[in-house]
């Protein structure tokens, strides 16, 4: 007889009377082989306890899951899913949280012994001592926001079990995860601001980013990801179709789907920034045509060989320009938040707003610029004030 394949079977006799049966086949998890063995007091019995191991090989659940730690299903799960379903900037953040977060203190639990009151501890303790480097003042709890991070990659990797028949629930469902806390109110520059701020950089060699972000509002990530392809000059509209992004790794790479249906839009260029756009393609040209380059993408914004240019990098010039300029130092998506400062103060509609910087929803947009909105409320309230007599 030939070797039998994986999961056929074997039954046997004992000397002690008993039967026996084993079934050898591959851990999906771990890669390594497996004979798990049923026993029993006659073949019929056996033969039943066989027939019901292999229906459940063939099925997908695995024949020994309490011996699956769930540091290794974490590790499975990023390798063969979260890799090939997510970006690397997502799947980087994945890598870094459960190796510095979570397989920590949860990875030597067995998959199928792991309990919601468990992860709720875990969430709960994060809270109070959660940094991987501790800070001198004695606060070293984690943010709602940086819990909820590390939060994501447990429910999808629990999430896929189920789907495997690894495990009959996913006990992360009942676990009180941590909220999206609003954010923060960034600080905006005026309008005078901007246009000091512009005033001040004119002989930048890329003045006509800075130009650009600040009638449009674009992401950096946006910004830098513009090819010239992007830009229809004849109807004065630039089309968001990718962006240049940096992992938290370090690594610079191309999203060719922007983060989510809203960020994929055309926004019109007004008239006034046209000119400078024009001559910096000329400019670039030139650039190119003395050092007899021909760089893979044509982009708008880029360094003198036409290589992309490193989004921290960016940012940092831009904080030297505008100490340069005299005004507010605020960060580059502070800019971002100027143009939406600007147009709700011109009564441009929220909707609107949200529609032009890309947001997914008009609520995010209202969370983000709720210290906007309070002054054109107050704006508004006092105008109603005229109507009473004095």
């Keep these: 007889m030939g070797k039998r394949g994986q999961g056929e079977g074997n039954i046997s006799k004992r000397k002690d009377g008993l039967w026996q049966a084993s079934i050898m086949y591959t851990d999906p998890i771990t890669g ?30 695995n024949i020994s899951p309490d011996k699956i730690l769930f540091g290794d299903w974490l590790d499975k799960w990023l390798e063969n899913y979260a890799k090939i379903d997510t970006d690397k900037g997502t799947w980087q953040g994945y890598e870094t949280n459960i190796k510095n977060h979570i397989k920590p203190l949860l990875g030597d639990i067995p998959l199928t012994k792991l309990e919601t009151d468990t992860l709720q501890s875990f969430y709960n303790e994060k809270r109070v001592n959660g940094r991987v480097k501790k800070l001198k003042d004695g606060n070293n709890g984690l943010s709602e926001n940086t819990i909820r991070l590390i939060h994501a990659p447990i429910y999808s990797a629990l999430k896929q079990a189920v789907e495997n028949k690894m495990i ?57 990801g513009l090819e010239w392809h992007h830009i229809d000059f004849k109807r004065g509209i630039v089309n968001i179709e990718q962006t240049l992004v940096r992992s938290p790794k370090g690594d610079v790479y191309f999203k060719d789907k922007t983060k989510n249906e809203s960020s994929r839009r055309t926004l019109t260029i007004p008239d006034e920034a046209i000119p400078h756009l024009l001559v910096h393609k000329v400019l670039q040209a030139q650039e190119r045509k003395l050092i007899e ?9 880029c360094q003198v060989d036409g290589e992309r ?66 002054r054109m409320k107050r704006k508004a309230s006092n105008k109603l004030g005229s109507i009473v007599p004095v």
């Design 32 to 61: 390594k082989k497996k004979r798990p063995t049923v026993y029993g007091k006659t073949r019929s019995e056996v033969k039943d306890k066989l027939i019901k191991m292999q229906s459940e090989l063939q099925t997908g659940i």
């Design 168 to 224: 009959p629930h996913n006990v992360a469902e009942a676990v009180k995860h941590p909220k999206r806390v609003k954010r923060t109110t960034v600080p905006s520059l005026r309008s005078e601001e901007l246009t000091q701020y512009l005033g001040e950089i004119k002989s930048d060699r890329n003045y006509a980013a800075f130009v650009l972000e600040s009638v449009t509002g674009l992401r950096r990530s946006e910004l830098l």
């Design 293 to 301: 380059v021909k760089p893979k993408r044509d982009l708008v914004f």
């Design 309 to 374: 240019i490193n989004p921290s990098t960016f940012s940092t010039h831009h904080r030297k320009l505008i100490e340069k300029s005299g005004v507010r130092n605020v960060s580059f998506h502070s800019l971002r938040h100027s143009v939406a400062t600007a147009l709700l103060e011109a009564d441009v509609d929220l909707k609107t707003v949200a529609d032009i910087l890309g947001h997914s929803s008009v609520e995010m947009a209202g969370d983000i610029y709720a210290d906007v909105l309070e």
